[in-house]
């Protein structure tokens, strides 16, 4: 097995916050005498990436997944534990990590607005040291990898959201980085566009053999692109393999959600499945996969049911559920 | 290391590039720049004529050599505009939209990027109006300076402004702790007013706060004496020590900042 | 009278200042440290005070140093309660399409920006109150305590001269609707607000064609006025007064027609 070109082991970060009440009594008392609060963000973390693999972090909001990306890019600085990238530290933020690495935030971008994206571009060879000639070649390829062509001229505050994440990976993706930090990068991207990120990212790391460590709340993006999933959830490590390990772990059940013609006491669903919600005419259960056909025609027999739709939960409910059980 | 300097030197001109084209869709500018910069400069003389008083003298100084003073004071606020404000006063937008991440990941010094980052066109009518009245009294100053006495004043100019430099690069970095107090910048360039007349028209108090608190001195007067001949050894060399204590001075404290910063966001 | 949800306009108009100057007061609260520094900027008439004091064009003028230092004081007073920045505001607000929402409230939107700038001067006072003792400290021959009289007088002159420049402000921020850079305007028309209105320079020390030149213009009043009647000086008050009232009485109007023509513009443009 070769080397690992990321390495993370007993990785932790924790933020010291000011307790500060509000009001005017509480402003006095922050200033004569401070209360902080230690909120552990993300708690000893331990796995390793190989060179090519295209991994993913997920769990909900707040799970601590950009925090971890952060430490990884070097750009905050570990409370315990030890974190090697390219086999370099990367909070050391040395020019030979920063050439090999880059960082895109679906959130932020790092593109100039008032201007076409070709002059951020044209900034970002000269940074990166790439020949102008080889700089245009480059930006060539990568324009028709991502379908971009005279949007590339146009001012980046008139691109469509769409366009302007194809901008920035783009702009990302310049200096031929080996490792590819992504932070929700299809957020806020319509279903096409998230679609075309997606098919490009996996096209792009077949043809570099680039590592792609890739955040995301929206499930999509990691069942399309990560072979890898790394389920983070209250700062802890919960889930280190592959998808498909995962989804059978997290998702025997299917969401059913009912709309029926008259209104039945919350009793009559109990035994069909793990009730949700219950509100008038509207039912959600959740019921075990191997039981969802049985189960299914038995309330269609038993209840006269105006709609009927079966879902995957969102995976929200899915990783609370997970530990709601285990809880 | 000699291609690191190519590189750093490409990518200057990257940024400069980039930056008049966001700025020179705005032609108006340059004609409300021009005016402004013509009218501060009248009222200037106006005042200045108006505190000389029938003796022509301020604080010692003839009028020429006042003139001298202003010079380099309309030069540094041009180089101000030109470089200072819109870089350094940017630093704060980078903390409060997270953009400084991406800042902190490219292969170029962090500082490098945040301090040359912008270059304003805007600023350059103040350059040169500078310029244009340092040589006007010069050329009516009579005495002639030699070549070694014009490196000199060159040297403590470039001193001056290296100061200046380190004085908004010391406020604007403050944002990385504090954001609310981003217009402290603002406050320096109201209060740097004080460098338009040599610093002996000032009472004692106030020329010692002049040196050692806010060192205006060393911005306008010790570079006007150098370029009227008049250079003391003494001043010289405390204006290159503190041009070269300030730079070291941003340095540490930007890795400090970083620290922080590294450390503290999430 | 339209009388609005039972209550007279009168009593209308004092729930509607009173709602907005306390909102706009705790939201000023919040900008503190700004508006302190905002305040610490405004050093600009004790720093001419100290280049003035001993100066040759002082005695020529004949104007003695205590004189001097009272005049200054008091335009250093005048100049933190009468500054104006709505067109730094203003000119967001119009670009950004936050007027929008403002102007499909009962309410003139102005009322809005001239409650936030009271406000700010409410928030200001400490500060102030902070910089004038730091300067008695060190020098305390410049305390001096104006009668209740000028005192009163004084601050509606200061309050009058904010009106003016607030007046005049607008004039340049209506331009907002027709221009992206009417703030650079504004730039401009602090040239001669520095100069003229006697912040840097009283206005004996000038030449008389020059004086009689800015006494045309509305700046004295914005400064030179109220500050000599705070620092007890002879001045003619009715007189200046009827002046200050007679340059809003030219600029009011002047605002309200392109403010109706700038929201005309404004609406058809697709706010």
Sequence with gaps: MSQPIVHAEGLSKSFRVADKQPGLAGTMRHLLRRSYREVEAVRDLRFAIQPGEIVGFLGPNGAGKTTTLK???????????????????????QERFLQQITLVMGNRQQLIWDLPPLDSLRVNAAVYGIDPTEAKRRIHELAEMLELGEELQRPVRKLSLGQRMKAELLAALLHQPSVLFLDEPTLGLDVNAQARVRDFLADYNRRTGATVLLTSHYMGDITALCERVLLIHQGRLFHDGSLDALTSRLAPCREVRLELRQVHPREAFEGFGTIEVHQGHQVRLVIPREQLTQQVGLLLSRFEVVDLEVSDPPIEELIGGLFRQQG | MAQRLRRYGRTLLSFWATSLEAELEYQLNLVIELLAVLGNLAGSLFVLVLLAGPSGQLGGWSWNSALVVLGIYTLLDGFTSCVLQPNLSKIVSHVQNGTLDFVLLKPIDSQFWLSTRSFSPWGLPGVIAGLALIGWALVHNGEALSAGGMALAVALLVAGGLILYSLWFLLA???????????????LRYTLVAGRYPISAYPPALRLVFTLVLPVAF???????????????????????????????????????????????S | MAHRNGLKPVQRALRIAAALLSSQYAYMLEYRAEIALWALSGVLPLIMLAVWQGSAGAAA?????????RYFLAAFVVRQFSVVWLIHVFEEDALQGKLSPQLLQPLQPL???????????????PFVAL???????????????????QLLLGIVAIQAAFVLRFL????????CFWSERAAALDRLLLIPYLFLSGLVAPLESFPPAVRRLAECTPFPAMVSFPAKLLAGESVDVAGGFLNLALWCAVLFPLSRLLWQAGVRRYSAMGA
């Design chain 1, 71 to 93: 430490m990884l890019s070097g750009l905050i600085h570990p409370s315990a534990g030890r974190v090697e990238v390219a086999g370099c530290l990367p909070q050391r933020r």
């Design chain 2, 173 to 187: 970095g403050l944002s990385i702790w504090f954001v609310k107090v981003w217009n402290a910048t603002e406050v």
């Design chain 2, 219 to 265: 911005l306008t007067t010790v570079p006007a004496e150098a370029l009227l001949g008049r250079a003391s050894a003494a001043w010289a060399l405390g204006s290159l020590a503190a041009a070269a204590i300030s730079l070291v001075g941003t340095r540490l404290f930007w890795q400090f900042a970083l620290r922080h910063y590294t450390s503290a966001s």
């Design chain 3, 61 to 69: 003028a004949g104007l003695n140093p205590q004189g001097l230092g």
């Design chain 3, 111 to 125: 009322w809005r920006y001239l409650a936030a700038h009271v406000a700010e001067q409410a928030t200001r006072v």
């Design chain 3, 131 to 149: 910089m004038l003792a730091a300067v008695l400290v060190l020098k305390p021959g410049l305390l001096w305590l104006p009668s209740a009289g």
């Design chain 3, 168 to 175: 005049l402000q607008t004039l340049v921020a209506m331009l």
